[in-house]
């Protein structure tokens, strides 16, 4: 694998599930971010990783959960979201956070909550 | 706040030369990013620019204007496959990259 991955692709959930998005990186990289993008809306940053430590949380419902467990992997937990929460969710890694570093993206989970 | 404009769609023919306009306002700033996003597709880097001026690589260029908060890309030799989202981001004080929605080129024969 290089890279950033991400797992699921797709995923369909009801409101009252419990589901999780996985995100690794495979560059070494010690910044990891979610991202959300919504339909005829900018990219919008969610949360940043800087060496496991969340350094931003830009007012995100608490019906989203970040983990980072490690520089190279990062999780979004998600429970009782509403159908506006459906959207392309983009993980993404950089060197670290602060000064200019180019973010690699990963391909999204495509996510529609009924 | 941070506000990033850009247009929502253009359409140019291939082999043709297009401009992607966009414009900034950010509190302070760290430079200015264009990505490529395909449809389905991860956003790509493709340019970053600090100073003011042309940064050239290959069939694509990046303008950048601090004093006037406006950057563009140049795409020259249009390919079909140039057909995509092209987001503007600017890096802010705080070295947060705020995206504009995307300006989506359609690339016509």
């Known amino acids: 694998e290089t890279g950033v991955t991400q797992t699921p692709r797709h995923l369909v959930m009801g409101m009252t599930n419990k589901k999780s998005l996985k995100c690794e990186q495979h560059l070494g990289h010690n910044a990891m971010y979610w991202y959300k993008q919504s339909a005829k809306k900018p990219l919008e940053l969610m949360f940043v990783y800087n060496f496991k430590e969340q350094t931003e949380n830009n007012s995100v419902p608490s019906r989203f959960s970040p983990e980072c467990p490690n520089s190279s992997h990062l999780f979004l937990h998600l429970h009782t979201l509403q159908p506006e929460d459906s959207a392309l969710y983009l993980c993404?890694?950089?060197?670290?956070?602060?000064?200019?570093?180019?973010?690699?993206f990963g391909p999204g989970t495509r996510l529609t909550v009924l | 706040g941070q506000n990033i404009d850009q247009p929502t769609e253009m359409t140019a023919t291939e082999g043709a030369i297009v401009q992607i306009n966009c414009t900034y306002q950010?509190?302070?700033?760290?430079?200015l990013f264009w990505y490529q996003q395909h449809a389905g597709e991860a956003p790509t880097f493709l340019s970053y620019?600090?100073?003011?001026g042309l940064e050239e690589k290959g069939r694509f260029s990046s303008f950048l204007s601090r004093s006037k908060g406006y950057s563009y890309l140049l795409l020259k030799e249009l390919q079909m496959k140039d057909s995509a989202s092209y987001l503007c981001?600017?890096?802010?004080?705080?070295?947060?990259?705020?995206f504009g929605k995307g300006t989506k080129l359609s690339v016509i024969p």
């Open positions: 950010t509190s302070g700033f760290n430079g």
């Open positions: 993404a890694s950089s060197q670290d956070r602060g000064g200019y570093n180019e973010q690699f």
């Open positions: 981001a600017a890096l802010d004080g705080s070295y947060q990259l705020t």
């Open positions: 620019n600090v100073l003011d």
